[in-house]
C-alpha cells in the first residue's frame, strides 16, 4: 500500500537547474530516512543524496555542493534542488527510504543535460 511518485524532471542544459519532488505515502514518514537515488542507462541505480528526521543530510561525492536535499513531514514529501547541472547528471531519478531503498521503487523521473 506504498506509493512513492516522483515528479519535476525534465530537459536542461549543462550550468541549469531542477527542483525534483516526490510524495510518499508511507506510514510514519518522520520517523524515515529520506534518499534520493538516480540510474543512468545501463547503470546501477546509485544512492545520491539522504535526509535522517532530524535534517541532517549526506551526499555522494558526484554531487555535493550542487544538490541539496530538503523535506516537509507534514506534506510527507522529499525534494531536490539540482544545481549546475552536467551531462552526467542524466538519469532518471528516484525517491525512497534508507541507504538501500527499503520501499518497492516508484517509476522516477527523467533528467536529461543536454546542449
Keep these: ?3 512513492l511518485v516522483e515528479s519535476g524532471g525534465g530537459l536542461v542544459q549543462p550550468g541549469g537547474s531542477l527542483r525534483l519532488s516526490c510524495v510518499a505515502s508511507v ?3 518522520s520517523w524515515r530516512v529520506m534518499t534520493w537515488f538516480r540510474q543512468a542507462p545501463g547503470q546501477q541505480r546509485d544512492l ?3 535526509i535522517t528526521p532530524d535534517g541532517n543530510t549526506n551526499y555522494s ?4 555542493g550542487r544538490f541539496t536535499i530538503s523535506r516537509d513531514n507534514a506534506k510527507k514529501s522529499v525534494y531536490l534542488q539540482m544545481n549546475s547541472l552536467k551531462p552526467e547528471d542524466t538519469a532518471v531519478y528516484y525517491c525512497n527510504t534508507g541507504s538501500q531503498g527499503n520501499l518497492p521503487w516508484g517509476q522516477g523521473t527523467q533528467v536529461t543535460v543536454s546542449s
Design 27 to 29: 506510514t510514519v514518514f
Design 48 to 50: 545520491v543524496a539522504m
Design 61 to 64: 561525492d558526484s554531487v555535493k
Design 1 to 3: 500500500q506504498v506509493q
